[in-house]
């Protein structure tokens, strides 16, 4: 057997020894009296089913084909022998596979929840009225897939664009399709207000971040100052005659938060509070990746925010990802929120990268 599979069956056997150690954990009754504790072990017990279900039928394959090397010998059932061997033989490659994929580790957050953030860059208006346009695509794809949007803060231009927006998508598996979206989106077009038909470029940020349980961030209360304000529209007009509109300071990271669009104080607080979770989050983890060493540079890159990842040509009804230099001519559709094409193509390019890492 090669080195490498005889690593990867290791693997599997270490697997399939601690799913069997957590299947007794999580009946445990005094884990299940510790609610956190107990949340935490069934996520991990959940992530490893796949991988340990398709191990065991790997291991009843082979043992079919070892049983069926040993029926060779006897002439009466010889022939049925065969075909078991035949079938077992077609079958094991293939499961192979599938086992390699499902080893490649899976992001832990790809099934929450999604807080993201869009600024404008550079292009004054133009980039403004862009961010509206990634929002808007951003709406759109959502209700395609039945994922709800809630707007946490928005500071709107009277033009109809947004200096920046930060909203919440609710859905299952919403954090891995969007993961990829962070980074520098660029637009090139002619504006409105251009009477030359020069074309501008413009640039937009978009960041995105997991929404985390309390267990995963724990928040010192002493550590957090809170402000009340008034909620305004585009302009900087107030739209909202009570204080209801939060603003949470962490003071040990200086991380500043803001939700105003709730009709409460408190319903905005919450929303604050599970942004800056977020935001702490997302610094721990990049902390914990850098100090992991790391052998390859990912083509899709690692969601940095000053990364420009995608350029939209309007004159040329263009949508390139420079990552994975895929160009899109459904210009409409693409801005429409069609964009799973696209996501899959980063999904697959970020799954044979991994697969590689594993091998090597």
């Not at 983890?285 to 040509?313: C, F, H, L, M």
């Not at 094409?341 to 980063?346: K, V």
Request: hydrophobic share 35%.
């Amino acid at each position: 057997m090669k080195r490498g599979m005889s690593h990867m069956f290791q693997k599997l056997e270490e697997v399939e020894k601690r799913y069997e150690e957590l299947n007794k954990l999580i009946s445990d009754p005094e884990v299940i009296s510790n609610q956190s504790e107990w949340q935490k072990l069934m996520k991990e017990h959940g992530g490893m089913q796949d991988i340990v279900e398709k191990y065991r039928e790997y291991k009843k394959v082979k043992n079919s084909l070892e049983e069926a090397k040993e029926m060779l010998n006897d002439p009466e059932l010889k022939e049925l022998a065969g075909l078991e061997l035949e079938e077992a033989k077609e079958k094991l490659p293939k499961i192979e596979e599938e086992l390699k994929i499902l080893l490649i580790p899976k992001d832990p957050n790809d099934d929450n929840n999604v807080i993201c953030e869009i600024r404008s860059g550079a292009g004054g208006e133009e980039a403004a009225l862009f961010a509206g346009t990634l929002f808007r695509m951003y709406s759109m794809y959502a209700e395609r897939k039945n994922w709800k949007i809630d707007i946490v803060n928005e500071n709107a231009t009277e033009l109809g664009g947004y200096k920046e927006i930060s909203f919440v998508i609710t859905g299952k598996g919403a954090y891995s399709r969007f993961k990829f979206e962070s980074g520098v989106h660029r637009v090139q077009r002619v504006p409105d207000t251009e009477s030359s038909g020069r074309i501008h470029t413009s640039t937009a940020t978009v960041a995105v971040l997991p929404e985390v349980e309390e267990v995963e961030i724990e928040l010192n209360p002493a550590d957090i100052k809170m402000e009340v304000f008034r909620a305004s529209g585009a302009g900087g007009q107030h739209i909202n005659k009570t204080s209801s509109a939060v603003r949470l300071i962490h003071e040990p990271s200086g991380i500043v938060v803001e939700c105003q669009t709730q009709r409460s104080q408190v319903q905005n607080r919450e929303y604050a509070m599970k942004m800056l979770r977020s935001r702490l989050y997302e610094i721990e983890k990049q902390k914990q990746d850098s100090e992991v060493a790391n052998a390859r540079k990912s083509q899709v890159g690692s969601g940095d925010r000053s990364e420009k990842i995608r350029t939209y040509n309007y004159p040329q009804g263009r949508i390139t990802d420079h990552r994975i230099g895929m160009s899109i001519f459904q210009f409409e559709n693409f801005l429409n929120g069609d964009i799973d094409e696209l996501i899959e193509n980063l999904i697959a390019t970020d799954r044979a990268e991994k697969l590689k890492g594993n091998e090597d």
